[in-house]
């Protein structure tokens, strides 16, 4: 799926969630906002791990953010996305929500304020949206992501312990 940011305002509705999401997160330049409800397959997909990690790794100034609810899970079973974060910690920052801003439904990624990732329903999307320009709905979910991402906390149980 080819998709670029800022020039595309072809509104997609993919039939794969992981394919759909690993297309905005190639297409993006520098900004990724990832917002999720729990550390899941989504986001440990391998196609979304090397996209992340890409882009993670194409500038100094890439701001790669994850937001999500509930990471416990993840933690005791490992996730590929938690190591991610782990061995690129100044370019890929995990956040958990606080428990009146957590919706298990919502699910969306924004890339460079324009590109929108949506899956409405998540865990069993009713639709994904898929759109690389000229979609309001991406400058309101990245104010909305930039709104909870400063009321989130790290959490405690992602930090790797060196001995």
């Known amino acids: 799926m080819d998709l670029r940011i800022g020039e595309d ?6 039939s794969s969630a992981t394919a759909a999401l690993a297309a905005l997160i190639r297409a993006g330049g520098r900004r990724l906002w990832l917002r999720v409800p729990q550390l899941d397959p989504l986001s ?12 993670a790794l194409s500038s100094p100034r890439a701001d790669l953010r994850v937001l999500f609810d509930d990471a416990g899970h993840a ?3 490992g996730h590929g996305l938690i190591h ?4 690129l910690p100044s370019r890929l920052q995990l956040r958990q929500t606080q428990a009146d801003d957590a919706d298990p ?16 329903g998540w ?3 009713e639709r994904l949206t898929l759109c690389a320009h000229a979609l ?3 400058p309101r979910r ?12 790290a959490n405690r149980e992602l930090r790797e312990l060196r001995l």
Do not use: M, Q, Y
Request: with cysteine; glycine share 8%.
């Open 9 to 14: 305002s072809t509104l997609l509705h993919p």
């Open 44 to 55: 440990n997909d391998g196609d979304v791990l090397d996209a992340l990690k890409s882009l």
């Open 75 to 77: 933690v005791k079973t």
């Open 84 to 87: 991610l974060g782990r061995r």
């Open 105 to 120: 439904r919502l699910c969306f990624a924004v890339a460079d304020r324009t590109g929108l990732f949506e899956a409405h």
């Open 123 to 125: 865990p069993r999307p």
């Open 136 to 138: 309001p709905l991406g």
């Open 142 to 153: 990245a104010d909305e992501f930039a709104h909870v991402w400063e009321r989130g906390r």
